[in-house]
């Protein structure tokens, strides 16, 4: 069974400081993975995912199989991107369907 | 357009009585998600509606719990009844496509408390 680990529970760093949150993953086929944040009183929203390489509100993540980590970085931490960020991966049930697997999650706290 | 929406954003009910979260997907979504997130857990996935089929309820924790998505629209989950480990945040998502590039939709949830 696939299982994905977030080793910090909260992480606080100072606003222009540089921010990794770490994911790391165990999955016997190839991994789809997504981070997602929940900031304040909002829905859970799709952040980046690994297949699109893509930069969203300066946040990268790269999907590294040989260390099966999908870590998020952003060389410049701002205060709005205090909130809960969740690793997810992706994998075929065996029953028609897809599920997320959550970490579960980190609370990032930026620091003015 | 509309997003998901969940009812009630929160619910405070004694053990053994019965509640009913409800979702509504975003319309045109076949495919309909409910996980939930207990004290210090992860979020896990419950079950996967496609129109009013489910597809895969291989997460739906014991018997008590009762998922329906009649005509292939909104969606309720029945809890009944229910106990104080059922406390927690239930997410209702939606998606067009089985397996979207863009992820899912979530909805704000339903809190649940049981005392």
């Known amino acids: 069974a696939q299982r994905v680990t977030q080793p910090e529970k909260l992480l606080s760093v100072f606003k222009g400081a540089p921010v990794e949150l770490k994911c790391n993953y165990s999955?016997?086929?190839?991994?789809?993975l997504f981070w997602y944040v929940q900031y304040s009183r909002q829905r859970l929203q799709l952040l980046l995912r690994?297949?699109s390489r893509e930069s969203i509100k300066g946040f990268t993540a790269d999907l590294n199989k040989g260390e099966t980590s999908f870590h998020l970085k952003k060389p410049f931490a701002q205060e709005e991107d205090s909130a809960m960020y969740y690793c997810?991966?992706?994998?075929?049930?065996?029953?028609?369907?897809?599920?997320?697997?959550f970490g579960k999650g980190t609370k990032l706290s930026v620091i003015p | 357009e509309a997003g998901v929406t969940q009812f009630p954003s929160h619910s405070v009910i004694e053990k053994g009585q019965t509640v009913t979260l409800r979702c509504d997907p975003i319309?045109?979504?076949?495919?309909l998600y409910w996980y939930r997130r207990v004290m210090g857990k992860e979020i896990k996935f419950l079950l996967h509606?496609?129109?009013?089929?489910?597809?895969?309820e291989s997460g739906m924790p014991n018997n008590r719990f009762l998922a329906e998505r009649t005509g292939g629209t909104y969606s309720t989950l029945k809890v009944q009844p229910a106990e104080l480990e059922d406390s927690g945040v239930y997410f209702c998502?939606?998606?067009?496509?089985?397996?979207?590039?863009?992820?899912?939709?979530f909805g704000s949830g339903t809190r649940l408390t049981v005392v």
């Open positions: 690994h297949i």
């Open positions: 998502a939606s998606s067009q496509d089985l397996q979207p590039d863009y992820g899912y939709t």
């Open positions: 997810a991966l992706r994998a075929h049930s065996g029953a028609g369907s897809y599920q997320l697997t």
């Open positions: 509606f496609v129109k009013e089929s489910k597809q895969d």
């Open positions: 319309s045109g979504h076949d495919n």
């Open positions: 999955y016997s086929g190839s991994p789809e």
